[in-house]
C-alpha cells in the first residue's frame, strides 16, 4: 500500500520506518523538504536531526505535504496535534478526500505549562475536528493511547499483552486500519465506536502523562481485562 505520514517528529519517524519494514511504499511529509532535511540541531524535544534518521531509512521518501498526501492510499497523521489541522489543509482537501487518515495525534495543549491539557477535550476531539474539516475523508482515531515504540512492536510490553483503540464513522476504514495495526503485532483492538468516541481515547492522555511521569518510562501501555 501507499502510504503518506505526515510528521518527521519521532511518531512520525517510528511509524513510517515500521511501515516501510512491512513492506509498504511509504513517503513522510513535511511543510519543507529541503528545510527539514537541511537542520543539524535536535529538535525541541531532543529528537535528533532529521536527515540522521533518513539517512539510515533512505528507502523512505520525503516529500511536501501535497505531494505526500496526493500519491498516498491511507494518511498518517503524525503530526503535533496543535497543528494538525494546518498540516491537513496543507495536504490539500482534494489530495484527501475519499481516503482514509488514521489519526494517532493528541490535542495537547502546553499554554499553562506542564504537564500539558488537551483542548479540545470532553465535548469534542482532534479526531472529531479533523473529520469535520475534512468531510469526504475517512478518519480513524488509533494508538494514540501509548508511546511510539509501542505503536509499532507492542511485545515491548508484556508480550504485547494490551489494548489499542479504534474510533470511527466509516466501518470499512476501521478494518483496513485494524489490519496494520496487526501487522505491527496488536492482538487486543476494541472498536470504541464512531468519531465521537475518539474523545475518550485522547482523554486517556492525562492519566498517561501521569503514569509517565510515575515509572519515568513510556513503555508500557493498558489492557483492557474482561
Known sequence: MKIAVLGTGMVGRTIAGALAGLGHDVVIGTRDPQATLARTEPDMMGTAPFAEWHAANAGVDVAAFADAASDGELIVNATNGAGSLAALAAAGTPNLAGKIIMDIANPLDFSQGMPPSLNPVNTDS?????????????????????????????????????????????????????????????????????????????????????IWGALGTGEFNFKIAR
Open 126 to 210: 482532534l479526531g472529531e475536528e479533523i473529520q469535520r474539516s475534512f468531510p469526504e475523508a475517512k478518519v480513524v482515531k488509533t494508538l494514540n493511547t501509548m508511546t511510539a515504540s509501542v505503536m509499532v512492536d507492542p511485545a515491548r510490553v508484556a508480550g504485547g499483552d494490551h489494548t489499542v483503540f479504534v474510533s470511527g464513522d466509516d466501518a470499512g476504514a476501521k478494518a483496513a486500519v485494524t489490519e496494520l495495526l496487526k501487522g505491527f503485532g496488536h492482538r487486543d483492538v476494541i472498536d470504541l465506536g464512531d468519531i465521537t468516541s475518539a474523545r475518550g481515547a485522547e482523554m486517556v492522555l492525562p492519566i498517561w502523562l501521569r
